[in-house]
């Protein structure tokens, strides 16, 4: 259906640039995330898509014809806001016909649309209901319903989410992966969510000031992330001081490594880039790859400060003796308690080479 | 009444407003010829020669002819005022807001008289109505702006974005969406413009057309020379007209819609 390419796209309000130069290709049936702190112009970007907002420069274009000058009334998206933006004064029904009727489509084959749309979204016989007769979720699946029964080229959602409970939330994240999935439409989905971003994309966007640092698929984002603030914006991470170490790994396992000295002994550490013998870098440790064992097993030794448990998990922090601070994360089925002594074991999968210390 | 006092205040304030009403509507019906209260007998007899008074009834009508013409250009060009103001006034907001509201902060003598001299100035005159209808739409044009701006305030810019994404051009945008969503704003900005207009004695003291008059400068002249109960009958005739225009375009036109 549609190919989305993006390229070094920038708006501009007065000397601020909002949004710097990025360039995505977003493929047929994707279903992309822009992820990002609150800010980062996600939604800006998404409103030069819709054709909202005046590129300042770069081009947009879907399927290779350059839309930058197409009127956003004619340019064939589906969007879907934050607050839904239902119109108050019109039923479901009407909500859904307006664009329709936009389209200049047939009363039956209108009515068919409508109904095969709301049976998509669940809400069947919810046809004459107002807005406001309808709940958050409701209104949520009546405004992903107005944005696809056009059936438009592409679909682009607005922090959709989060004006919903936590539990709906996690819901709608499937509900509307699959909803996409089934309907096969180019999506950009804007969010400062990273579990949503994670669990409903094909490929993740990073984004900070108006700048991408980084696409990749989420668990390319989670694992290989580019630098400190890209991990620490998709996760929780332990940062590790360590030495790249001389002479070389061997063998298939050791493409793309690093031998690096930390407080955990000597490490086979996953990079993107190669740094020289001696010099001093970071590592990320992801508190859920740590196991904590009681004290006298190996491993680097410390003592339990603080526990917190949550139900599914419990977490740990850890103040190692060599002075660093861990946090852990833990199924709950090992009994360790706060002030207790332990030895923490992180495997050598569990670290990523972020980059020369600063 | 659980909260006597409360209640007591309530009956006192309506009182306040509306025993002077009640006292003309009773004095209009009225058996005897002077203007008194409580009535000396009923009967309807001074509506009978209200209605027959040729001068008042030509008074009502130039009142009703020229607050509906007002009220129409008012309120066109107060909506339009109201649009510009909350979506693309930008850093002129509060230039456009004072200058809109001017008329209200001016003492309606004072522009009365300005645009006598301006009808003047322009070679209008008075022979016309154009300068009363003119200074009309003037002194009701804030009324229809504050009320507008009230309710674009709350209209929300992403309706406007959701109905252009759905393929909706500007026309339809405003006819579909903005137009039904303003409504009550509109109407009630009318509604203001058509009872100010009508009720105004000021403006169209001074701007009247020669050999024309509204009802409020009508009475005003009657009640000079004369005080029978004819007055309150046209006081009561002209309460009854306010209310039935109030009462007709709520029911017709709607000053409900859905909201959330
Ligand atoms: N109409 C505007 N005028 C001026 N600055 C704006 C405008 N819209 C957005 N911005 C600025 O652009 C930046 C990006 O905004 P936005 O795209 O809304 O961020 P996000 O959606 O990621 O939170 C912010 O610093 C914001 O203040
Ligand atoms: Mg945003």
Redesign the interface.
């Known amino acids: 259906m549609t190919e989305v390419s993006i390229e070094r796209l920038t708006k501009t309000f007065g000397s601020a640039r909002a949004v710097d130069g990025i360039s995505i290709r977003i493929a047929d049936g994707e279903f992309i995330s822009l992820l990002g702190p609150s800010g980062c112009g996600k939604t800006t970007t998404l409103k030069m898509i819709a054709g909202f907002e005046e590129a300042s420069e770069g081009a947009i274009r879907f399927d290779g014809k350059d839309v930058v000058n197409v009127p956003a009334e004619k340019r064939d998206i589906g969007m879907v806001f934050q607050n839904y933006a239902l119109f108050p004064h019109m039923t479901v029904d009407q909500n859904l016909a307006f664009g329709l009727e936009m389209r200049k489509i047939a009363k039956p084959e209108m009515l068919s649309r409508i109904a095969k749309v709301l049976d998509m979204v669940q809400l069947g016989g919810y046809s004459d209901r107002y807005p406001n007769q309808l709940s958050g979720g409701q209104q949520q699946r009546v405004a992903l319903a107005r944005a696809l029964v056009i059936e438009p080229k592409i679909l682009l959602l607005d922090e959709p989410l989060a004006n919903l409970d936590a539990k709906l939330r996690e819901e709608m994240r499937v509900f509307i992966r699959d909803l996409q999935r089934r309907v096969g439409i180019t999506t950009v989905y804007v969010t400062h969510d990273q579990a949503e971003a994670m669990t409903m994309s094909d490929r993740v966007v990073v984004m900070f000031g108006g700048r991408i640092a980084q696409i990749g698929a989420p668990s390319d984002i989670y694992e290989r992330p580019e630098n400190l603030e890209v991990a620490q914006f998709v996760g929780q991470v332990n940062l590790v001081r360590g030495t790249i170490l001389g002479g070389t790994i061997t063998g298939p396992a050791g493409a793309g490594k690093s031998r690096v000295a930390s407080v955990f002994g000597d490490v086979a550490v996953d990079s993107r880039a190669d740094h020289a013998p001696g010099t001093a870098v970071t590592l990320s440790l992801r508190p859920e790859a740590i196991e904590l064992k009681p004290a006298g097993q190996g491993g680097a030794q410390g003592k339990v400060m603080a526990r917190y448990y949550s139900g599914s998990i419990i977490d740990y922090r850890i103040a190692l003796d060599s002075s660093e601070t861990l946090h852990v994360q833990t199924f709950p089925n090992i009994r360790i308690a706060e002030g207790d002594r332990v030895s923490v074991h992180a495997p050598a999968d569990g670290f990523w080479l972020l980059g020369a210390a600063q | 009444m659980k909260r006597p006092v409360l209640t007591l205040y309530c009956l006192l304030v309506y009182a306040f407003l509306l025993a002077p009403i009640l006292v003309v509507v009773g004095a209009s019906f009225n058996a005897g010829n002077f203007l008194t209260f409580p009535p000396q007998g009923l009967s309807l007899r001074w509506y009978v020669t209200f209605f027959h008074n040729d001068v008042f009834m030509r008074a009502i009508r130039t009142s009703l002819w020229v607050a509906a013409v007002a009220t129409v250009i008012s309120g066109t060009i107060g909506t339009m005022a109201a649009l510009y103001y909350v979506q693309h006034a930008g850093r002129w907001k509060e230039a456009v807001r004072i200058a809109m509201l001017a008329p209200l902060l001016l003492p309606e003598v004072l522009t009365a008289i300005a645009l006598l001299f301006f009808v003047y100035a322009i070679g209008i005159g008075t022979t016309t109505m154009i300068g009363m209808v003119v200074g009309h739409v003037l002194i009701t044009l804030p009324f229809v702006f504050i009320n507008v701006s009230a309710s674009l305030e709350s209209f ?1 810019p ?2 406007d ?9 500007r026309l ?1 945008r405003f006819r ?2 903005m137009l ?2 303003i409504k009550p704003g509109v109407i009630g900005g009318a509604l203001f413009a058509f009872i100010i207009s009508f009720d105004t004695f000021t403006i169209s003291f001074m701007l009247k057309g020669i050999g024309t008059s509204t009802l409020p400068i009508q009475l005003f002249d009657y009640l000079r020379t004369n005080f029978t109960p004819e007055a309150a009958a046209v006081s009561t005739v002209s309460i009854v007209l306010t209310l039935v225009v109030v009462i007709v375009s709520e029911k017709v036109l709607g000053l409900r ?4």
């Open positions: 929300d992403s309706w974005m959701a109905a252009r994404s759905l393929g909706a051009g339809t579909r969406i039904p969503l819609i859905h909201r959330f």
